[in-house]
């Protein structure tokens, strides 16, 4: 199995045009079209990582965080960043990231943070605008059905947990086929009205051009009428954070005592008690404080977080208990998430975990 097809398939769960514009997830280091000895997911990759790869015989490292992140203008190995490149390139290990764009669905890092909380009636935080797309068309009745499975096989039609939706009003096309023409219906050179319907279907716009591929190859129409508009509406299930519910309310402290039991915390840094229940949950694995606001004006009763400043930690206003449990826990079960997506699609492929341990932070007690 060559490496393009293990990235195809995390590229169809979490979509490189869903991550953030500051970041660099895709292939690193390494050629997709090498063969795949074997695929180690971590969260980052870092020296010990990639020799961790060399003696488990897997050339191909997944990992959650770019090791590059900016441009490098030179490689000399003057720090850990060079250091893990050259020592990746030197023993032919591809490195790929997918960092942010596994963040932004519903099912990716915040999910499996959510999955050790045992949240439920779960929903995007700050769901992103601009990325739905709509095509319309225009088909001979009796090929609506045909078009329409067609459109919906490629990834279309999906809204929420709902799938094949479509709209379709019919109506009377008109055309006037030309001298080099072979028309579906009608005669060359003659005005000719045809019984259409017209289909409308929402669509992920990374998956613009195998939407457009399959409607062509399935319409009949040598030349096919359509429009792609681009929306405005939020995609529900792609963006950034996530708001879920515990079964029942719980005691400030006991909410604590279970974030340090599932997350393994050895601490918690978390604004001043309230006194109150706590029951709605917002999530955002890594750095979330951009997120404040959103959880604020949703109404959440705790946000967990990390990467907390000083100053961010007084935007709660005495409306919100922040718990900050710091970056790599927040993220660490995003090595498990990794290999349950790929054993899933590759189950007799060799996927495994890594085990070194790459958080940079400890504590003194």
């Known amino acids: 199995m060559k490496i393009a097809v ?3 398939h995390l590229e169809s769960v979490a979509p490189p045009s869903l991550q953030e514009n500051y970041d660099n997830a895709g292939l690193l280091t390494g050629n997709a079209n090498w063969e795949c000895t074997g695929i180690l997911c971590v969260l980052d990759s870092t020296e010990d990582v990639i020799e961790e790869a060399i003696q488990k015989k897997c050339n191909l490292v997944v990992a959650h965080h770019p090791i590059i992140f900016g441009g490098l203008k030179k490689i000399n ?8 490149v ?9 490195i790929y990231a997918i960092h942010t764009n596994l963040d932004n669905v519903i099912d990716g890092v915040n999910g499996r943070m959510a999955d050790k909380l045992g949240l439920i009636n779960r929903i995007i935080l700050a769901p992103k605008a601009g990325i739905l797309k709509k095509l319309i068309t225009f088909v001979p009745i009796e090929f609506t059905e045909r078009l329409k499975q067609a459109i919906f096989q490629a990834g279309g039609g999906h809204i929420g947990n709902y799938s094949e939706c479509s709209f379709g009003v019919e109506g009377t096309g008109t055309y006037k086929a030309g001298e080099h023409t072979k028309p579906f219906a009608g005669e060359r050179d003659q005005h000719h009205k045809e019984p259409e319907t017209r289909i409308e279907i929402l669509f992920p716009a990374h998956l613009e051009t195998t939407i457009i591929r399959a409607m062509k190859e399935t319409h009949p129409y040598e030349e096919v009428a359509y429009d792609i508009i681009t929306l405005s509406n939020d995609h529900p299930q792609v963006g950034s954070g996530l708001l879920g519910e515990l079964p029942k309310p719980v005691p400030e402290k006991d909410f604590l005592d ?5 997350f393994g915390l050895e601490i918690v840094r978390h ?6 229940p706590v029951q709605k949950i917002g999530l955002c694995g890594g750095a979330g404080s951009f997120l404040i606001s959103k959880a604020l004006t949703a109404g959440v009763d705790a946000f967990v977080t990390a990467d907390m400043k000083y100053h961010e930690f007084f935007d709660a206003d005495g409306r919100l208990f922040i718990c900050d449990i710091g970056h790599y826990e927040s993220e660490q079960f995003t090595i498990n998430l990794l290999t349950d997506i790929l054993q899933q699609k590759f189950p007799t492929f060799a996927v495994l975990k890594s085990d070194t341990k790459t958080n940079p932070i400890y504590y003194y007690f």
């Open 6 to 8: 293990v990235i195809g």
């Open 77 to 84: 190995g003057k720090n850990y960043v060079e250091r893990t």
């Open 86 to 94: 050259i020592k990746a390139i030197k023993n032919d290990i591809a």
């Open 258 to 262: 279970k974030l340090k039991k599932q």
């Open 271 to 276: 604004t001043a008690l309230r006194g109150q």
